[in-house]
């Protein structure tokens, strides 16, 4: 009994802190719902008729619903593999270019390494090749902190450009059609089309499993202790024997194919081709949708969504309201900065630690008791 009441206690206590931080994120989207609405209002259009049609558009029907699934999907699994880098402590901006090293490479495997091969062996090898893709491209990030000390947040930025830069150049020259008619890729043969029910395909499912999983990783494993002991102190965890750049290498690999899956799925689950401007921005909306999860890897899960909403609502604002796509934007801004801004604000952030300057002194985001 006397080695019950800790762990009792301790699991009552991230009980009570999930609870707490679930009920500050709806509080910063039901405050910056408001603040949208007055500024919707201020631009000479009706918040009610707004609000109404982004709905409509979202979540009322089973189109509406599907579209929202569709942008969610993404938005989880980059949001995952951002959530999971803060909380090792690395300033992961690059998902955004993973997801397209993921979409690039499984596009390759798909429409130039296994055309007619059965759907069993090119499913697996197509997801496979994703993640590998959007692993090894955030390993030249890790690699470059952790030889170099090259700051993360520069490099991870930088290769975005680059990996969207390699997609356009793919599509225009060796993945291009055959008929060279549209900088596009052939489209995927149908058995390396993900399997769907109603159009939700696979992909979805398996990124939501992906997020029980990387709980389980962050909480309940040796792993997890040593992700989160860097992300809180590199020199403490050093101390303890762990060795920070190593977990950096390994963190920000799992967050890169976590981000390539992401890439994939879309390809083979969405748009069934590669193409330029395959991604709306999923990669940098991530980052808010970790943070207003508080990078738990659970509540990346309805902030995904919701975010998922305002993607799949903008169009029927301004479709069937009147909005205009500029003030759409301005709106989905908002939205976003000040539910960060109240989920980590009101949440009491403790402190913001500053990026390494070198691979020896490894230190990142924190928060709330924990790490951020």
Not at 191 to 203: F, M, N, V, Y
Not at 354 to 365: E, H, I, K, M
């Amino acid at each position: 009994m006397t080695g019950w009441w800790p762990r009792g206690l301790a699991r009552r206590h991230v009980v009570e802190r999930f609870a707490s931080d679930t009920l500050r994120a709806a509080g910063a989207v039901l405050f910056a719902s408001l603040i949208a609405g007055v500024v919707i209002a201020a631009l000479g259009f009706s918040p009610v008729e707004a609000i109404r049609a982004l709905l409509a558009g979202s979540l009322i029907g089973p189109a509406a619903l599907t579209a929202t699934l569709l942008k969610t999907g993404p938005l989880l699994l980059t949001g995952l593999a951002v959530a999971l880098c803060f909380r090792c402590g690395v300033w992961n901006i690059g998902a955004e270019g993973q997801l397209y090293a993921g979409a690039l490479l499984a596009t390759l495997v798909a429409t130039r390494w296994l055309v007619g091969a059965p759907a069993v062996l090119v499913l697996p090898c197509l997801i496979l090749a994703g993640a590998l893709g959007g692993a090894l491209w955030a390993a030249i990030a890790g690699a470059l902190r952790v030889m170099r000390g090259v700051n993360e947040v520069i490099s991870t930025i930088l290769l975005n450009f680059v990996a969207i830069q390699l997609v356009s150049l793919a599509v225009h020259g060796p993945l291009q059609e055959s008929a060279g008619a549209y900088p596009q890729s052939d489209a995927l043969a149908q058995a390396a089309r993900l399997p769907e029910l109603a159009r939700i395909h696979l992909g979805i499912p398996i990124a939501v499993l992906l997020a029980l999983a990387g709980s389980f990783l962050l909480f309940h494993t040796a792993a997890g202790f040593r992700m989160r002991a860097v992300g809180l102190s590199p020199v403490a965890a050093r101390f303890a024997g762990i060795v920070p750049e190593r977990q950096l290498l390994l963190t920000i690999c799992l967050a890169g194919a976590l981000a390539g899956l992401a890439g994939a799925f879309e390809v083979s689950g969405v748009t069934g081709r590669l193409f330029e401007s395959l991604s709306p921005g999923y990669g940098y909306t991530a980052i808010a949708v970790a943070l207003l999860a508080r990078l738990h890897p659970l509540a990346v899960v309805p902030s995904a969504f919701f975010f998922g909403v305002l993607e799949a609502g903008g169009g029927a604002m301004q479709r069937e309201a009147g909005v205009p796509a500029v003030a759409t934007d301005l709106v989905k801004g908002i939205v976003i900065l000040l539910s960060i801004g109240f989920a980590a604000g009101v949440g009491g952030v403790r402190r913001v630690g500053p990026v390494a300057r070198a691979p020896t002194s490894l230190s990142g985001p924190q928060a709330d008791g924990e790490v951020l």
